[in-house]
């Protein structure tokens, strides 16, 4: 399997998935970041993946689509996917949140992985105080 590939598999059932498997698709040195983090070395990321596993009940991603072109020895991926979470933490409905992932890949693996999403999809409109205070905001941005 290639690595884009293992790598949608892992993450479509993303609590179900072992730490392990992230060798099968990405290079030890490994360069992640999304909003929140930014992290280098598969070790890094394995660490910040297995916290993120621990604080959910269910996380999967539907994948939507894959675009690829390559540039030299270089491909580069773009997925887009809709993760869709349940926070063990917090009895509230699932969390769903669009994203897209850049992904740069040589052939021993992806050695870049860029996540883009709205962090305020995914944290503050989900807090019942500040989803109203967001829902308001958003409402007199319309109105101007």
């Known amino acids: 399997m ?3 590939d293992a790598f949608c598999k892992h993450f479509e059932q993303f609590h179900r998935s072992s730490p ?3 060798r099968k698709f990405y290079t030890e ?3 992640f970041i999304d909003p929140v ?4 070395g598969l070790n890094n990321l394995a660490t910040y993946l297995s916290a993120l596993r621990d604080k959910v009940e269910e996380c999967t991603f539907c994948i939507h689509s894959i675009s690829e072109s390559v540039d030299s ?3 580069v991926c ?15 409905k699932p969390i769903e949140v669009e994203g897209v992932s850049h ?6 693996g992806i050695f870049f992985h860029r996540d883009y999403f709205d962090v305020g999809q995914l944290v503050y409109e989900n807090i019942p105080l500040l989803k109203w205070v967001i ?3 958003k409402s007199r941005l319309r109105e101007a």
Do not use: G, Q
């Not at 983090?37 to 280098?40: A, I, P, R, T, V």
């Open 103 to 108: 992904l740069k890949v040589k052939a021993d």
């Open 135 to 137: 829902k308001a905001i």
């Open 73 to 75: 020895d270089i491909k």
């Open 29 to 31: 040195d490994v360069e």
């Open 78 to 92: 773009f997925v887009s996917w809709t993760m869709m979470m349940k926070l063990s933490s917090l009895p509230t």
């Open 2 to 4: 290639n690595p884009v």
């Open 20 to 22: 392990s498997d992230l």
């Open 37 to 40: 983090n930014h992290l280098h």
